[in-house]
């Protein structure tokens, strides 16, 4: 007679900041004998496939601070209706804990939980919802060293952020080589918010290098579709080979091959850098909430692998100063790399799932 498996419950809100974490712990938990099911939003839809989960709810929490009045009274009544929609869901699976990675829809699951409750905050500082649970949790799991608004230090366990398998193989690879005038190959990542002004700055940043410069250059640009034209002709009339698309499914291969990373630092962006190892230069999103991508990205330069640049202090000129620098020392972008990764956390999804099981045991 086979073993019945025990059940851990993923909430995670529908951003793949959220999301890639929540399903690089669900893969460790799955390895461990575990059985997943996972509670999202129609965003989240998208993350689904792959996704180990062996049931998966889906619930139309919104945005309290959008739509005015009118927006407010509808958060509250789906709010209320994603409570009653949870509870069934929970009792029919009675999983042994649940793990939230933050976002609206993990609010009516740590409400409903009669299990031990984990959370995992992927930024510097507590989101909203992880904000509102901390008491309730048994304990609060960070990706980073600093963790703003953390009441319960006790809690506290430093634990990395999960990030994809492939990036961990990524990591694997050694700095690529930089032959004597030889390519050097820059990664621009703008993340699915506010990718708009490192779609312009960048292009017209690299266009001032000087032209010896230019010529070594291969550019990936993950950019806007509706700038992508415009980036594509300032980067060829600057002499710059350049890749520029909306989107990159291969990241983990063009991280691999960066010798630099330009980009938001989002949870996600920094963790997956440093855990591959490449010299970047993080552009804050400046209304991200609690300015968390701030904090994220000032870990990271602590490190001595990472510039930042405020983007009220951005400019064409300061950006392309700061390149120049960079790019002309090839050793120091090496030994940026070795240094931001020596930052990372490979480990975090396993570090995580040693906190979860401790707790379901103890």
Same mark, same amino acid.
């Given at each position: 007679?086979?073993?019945?498996?025990?059940?851990?419950?993923?909430?995670?809100?529908?951003?793949?900041?959220?999301?890639?974490?929540?399903?690089?712990?669900?893969?460790?938990?799955?390895?461990?004998?575990?059985?997943?099911?996972?509670?999202?939003?129609?965003?989240?839809?998208?993350?689904?496939?792959? %996704? !180990?989960?062996?049931? @998966?709810?889906?619930?139309? &929490?919104?945005?309290?601070?959008?739509?005015?009045?009118? +927006?407010?009274? /509808?958060?509250?009544?789906?709010?209320?209706?994603?409570?009653?929609?949870?509870?069934?869901?929970?009792?029919?699976?009675?999983?042994?804990?649940?793990?939230?990675?933050?976002?609206?829809?993990? %609010? !009516?699951?740590?409400? @409903?939980?009669?299990?031990? &409750?984990?959370?995992?905050?992927?930024?510097?500082?507590? +989101?909203?919802? /992880?904000?509102?649970?901390?008491?309730?949790?048994?304990?609060?799991?960070?990706?980073?060293?600093?963790?703003?608004?953390?009441?319960?230090?006790?809690?506290?366990?430093?634990?990395?952020n999960p990030v994809r398998k492939e990036l961990i193989e990524a990591?694997?690879?050694?700095?690529?080589?930089?032959?004597?005038?030889?390519?050097?190959?820059?990664?621009?990542?703008?993340?699915?918010?506010?990718?708009?002004?490192?779609?312009?700055?960048?292009?017209?940043?690299?266009?001032?290098?000087?032209?010896?410069?230019?010529?070594?250059?291969?550019?990936?640009?993950?950019?806007?579709?509706?700038?992508?034209?415009?980036?594509?002709?300032?980067?060829?009339?600057?002499?710059?080979?350049?890749?520029?698309?909306?989107?990159?499914?291969?990241?983990?291969?063009?991280?691999?091959?960066?010798?630099?990373?330009?980009?938001?630092?989002?949870?996600?962006?920094?963790?997956?850098?440093?855990?591959?190892?490449?010299?970047?230069?993080?552009?804050?999103?400046?209304?991200?909430?609690?300015?968390?991508?701030?904090?994220?990205?000032?870990?990271?330069?602590?490190?001595?692998?990472?510039?930042?640049?405020?983007?009220?202090?951005?400019?064409?000129?300061?950006?392309?100063?700061?390149?120049?620098?960079?790019?002309?020392?090839?050793?120091?972008?090496?030994?940026?790399?070795?240094?931001?990764?020596?930052?990372?956390?490979?480990?975090?999804?396993?570090?995580?799932?040693?906190?979860?099981?401790?707790?379901?045991?103890?």
């Amino acid at each position: 007679m086979s073993e019945i498996k025990q059940t851990i419950l993923i909430a995670a809100g529908g951003t793949g900041g959220h999301m890639f974490p929540a399903k690089a712990f669900a893969d460790e938990m799955v390895a461990r004998g575990f059985d997943v099911i996972l509670v999202t939003d129609p965003r989240g839809r998208r993350y689904t496939e792959g %996704f !180990p989960s062996i049931d @998966n709810l889906i619930l139309s &929490v919104t945005n309290a601070d959008e739509g005015g009045l009118k +927006g407010k009274i /509808n958060a509250g009544l789906n709010l209320l209706k994603s409570i009653s929609q949870t509870k069934p869901f929970l009792k029919k699976h009675s999983p042994v804990a649940v793990v939230g990675f933050g976002g609206y829809p993990t %609010f !009516p699951v740590l409400y @409903n939980a009669k299990c031990p &409750v984990i959370i995992h905050e992927q930024n510097a500082v507590l +989101g909203r919802v /992880n904000r509102f649970f901390q008491k309730k949790a048994v304990k609060i799991c960070s990706g980073f060293e600093t963790l703003n608004f953390l009441e319960y230090k006790e809690k506290h366990v430093v634990c990395g952020n999960p990030v994809r398998k492939e990036l961990i193989e990524a990591g694997k690879a050694p700095f690529p080589e930089i032959k004597p005038n030889g390519t050097l190959r820059i990664l621009v990542t703008g993340g699915s918010q506010g990718a708009r002004v490192l779609g312009q700055a960048v292009p017209d940043a690299i266009a001032e290098l000087p032209e010896n410069l230019r010529q070594r250059l291969f550019v990936s640009h993950q950019v806007r579709e509706e700038q992508c034209d415009t980036a594509r002709e300032t980067y060829g009339d600057a002499g710059v080979q350049a890749e520029v698309w909306p989107f990159f499914k291969d990241m983990a291969t063009r991280l691999k091959d960066a010798h630099l990373v330009i980009g938001r630092s989002g949870a996600s962006t920094v963790s997956e850098t440093a855990v591959v190892g490449r010299s970047a230069i993080f552009i804050p999103l400046p209304s991200a909430t609690n300015d968390h991508q701030t904090y994220n990205a000032e870990s990271m330069v602590k490190s001595g692998g990472a510039d930042l640049i405020k983007e009220n202090e951005l400019s064409v000129k300061r950006l392309s100063q700061l390149l120049e620098m960079r790019l002309m020392n090839e050793e120091k972008l090496k030994e940026r790399g070795a240094a931001i990764k020596n930052a990372a956390r490979p480990d975090a999804a396993q570090r995580l799932a040693d906190v979860v099981i401790g707790e379901i045991n103890a």
